[in-house]
């Protein structure tokens, strides 16, 4: 594993490598690179390429600043000031739920430096969903006292135990936090961000997250649309071969054209 020591605390990331274009993972909300896109990663479909697997502060291996704002523009920034230590010239992003808004921001901040953007159900505006408004309604000390340990239980009884373990291993002030970040949005919005950005963009619903109304708005504004077949929200647990098969496709597909 490897670190890189930001301003505000060490990121580790997994640096598996390979050639062409290098790919970087961006989690979701209470999850950790390191736990959610091992199988993806490691999937024929895209043993050729160099996969880097970021914890965010406040996730998995990462370091847990108390002092950190954990806010979608915060991490956006840590995420840039890793993409400036990599030297990579140019790199493509794969980010998902909560993440994907995360390399939407960092997108923004370094535009020349991402040569592809893709998103898996990410969000787009204010609001966030189920799991961040249930967690943004809490106090951050009743999150930390009673909230963490009730979601982690609850996703473990829904059938999502990688992410109840990496719930549960999360910094619960970095979780919180995120969710609120959520809830409040970002102005310009997300959506707005995406659609300013020029690099190929595309979005990935699971078949189970389905019908979504982007599936037929994004086309409209020059974002791609896939759906990625047995899978809902956690698509890199739900089927981890399906989705580096896609993302593979994907990325060949643009750096070709």
Same mark, same amino acid.
């Given at each position: *594993?490897?670190?890189?020591? &930001?301003?505000?605390?060490?990121?580790?990331?997994?640096?598996?490598?390979? &050639?062409?274009?290098?790919?970087?993972?961006?989690?979701?909300?209470?999850?950790a690179g390191s736990s959610d896109f091992p199988r993806v990663a490691a999937d024929p479909a895209l043993a050729g390429k @160099? @996969?880097?697997?970021?914890?965010?502060?406040?996730?998995?291996?990462?370091?847990?600043?108390d002092d950190f704002?954990?806010?979608?523009?915060?991490?956006?920034?840590? $995420?840039?000031s890793l993409i400036d230590h990599l030297g990579l010239p140019q790199l493509d992003i794969v980010g998902h739920s909560m993440g994907g808004a995360v390399a939407i921001a960092a997108s923004s901040l370094r535009p020349a430096r991402v040569a592809q953007l893709v998103l898996l159900e990410p969000n787009l505006d204010r609001g966030g969903g189920p799991f961040s408004r249930a967690l943004a309604a809490m106090s951050e000390d009743e999150f930390i006292q009673r909230g963490q340990r009730r979601m982690a239980r609850l996703a473990s009884r829904e059938g999502s135990p990688? #992410?109840?373990? &990496?719930?549960?291993?999360?910094?619960?002030?970095?979780?919180? @936090?995120?969710?609120?970040?959520?809830?409040?949005?970002?102005?310009?919005? #997300?959506?707005?961000?995406?659609?300013?950005?020029? *690099?190929?963009?595309?979005?990935?619903?699971?078949?189970?997250?389905?019908? /979504?109304?982007? @599936?037929? /708005?994004l086309p409209?504004?020059? $974002?791609?649309?896939?759906?990625?077949?047995?899978?809902?929200?956690? *698509?890199?647990?739900?089927?981890?071969?399906?989705?580096a098969t896609l993302l593979a496709g994907i990325l060949e597909r643009a750096h070709v054209a």
């Open positions: *594993m490897q670190v890189f020591h &930001s301003s505000h605390g060490a990121l580790r990331y997994h640096d598996l490598p390979g &050639s062409g274009v290098p790919l970087l993972f961006i989690h979701g909300l209470g999850c @160099r @996969r880097l697997l970021l914890d965010l502060l406040g996730a998995g291996f990462s370091d847990r600043p704002a954990y806010t979608i523009a915060a991490h956006a920034e840590t $995420v840039a990688l #992410w109840a373990g &990496s719930l549960a291993a999360s910094h619960a002030p970095a979780v919180h @936090r995120a969710a609120v970040s959520l809830v409040a949005g970002a102005e310009p919005s #997300w959506r707005s961000q995406l659609l300013a950005l020029t *690099m190929p963009r595309s979005v990935v619903f699971g078949s189970l997250s389905l019908p /979504q109304p982007d @599936r037929e /708005q409209a504004k020059g $974002v791609a649309v896939h759906v990625l077949a047995d899978a809902g929200h956690a *698509m890199s647990e739900d089927n981890p071969a399906g989705l």
